[in-house]
């Protein structure tokens, strides 16, 4: 088998498929949600543990995950000019 193709050689690079990421990024800040609210339910456990960092970290993601929303979101407007 060989690594490097001539040119003439290469069939055409696929086109690129159009995908919708930000129903992925709503199920993952859903899944997000869900831990935060199962997390808040526990909160003075976990703070006596000092295990309160768990909270943040549910926090973290789902703040991210608006980032990449927001991201997704002015992306496909550009696009579509």
Do not use: C
Request: net charge positive.
């Amino acid at each position: 088998m060989r690594i490097w193709l001539k040119d003439s050689e290469r069939r055409p690079d696929p086109e690129p498929v159009q995908t919708d990421d930000r129903k992925a990024m709503l199920v993952g800040m859903g899944l997000w949600v869900l831990g935060l609210a199962v997390l808040l339910l526990f909160i003075e456990p976990l703070n006596e543990a000092g295990n309160l960092w768990w909270l943040w970290s549910a926090v973290a993601g789902l703040v991210l995950g608006l980032i990449g929303l927001i991201y997704t979101h002015l992306r496909r407007g550009k696009k579509s000019r």
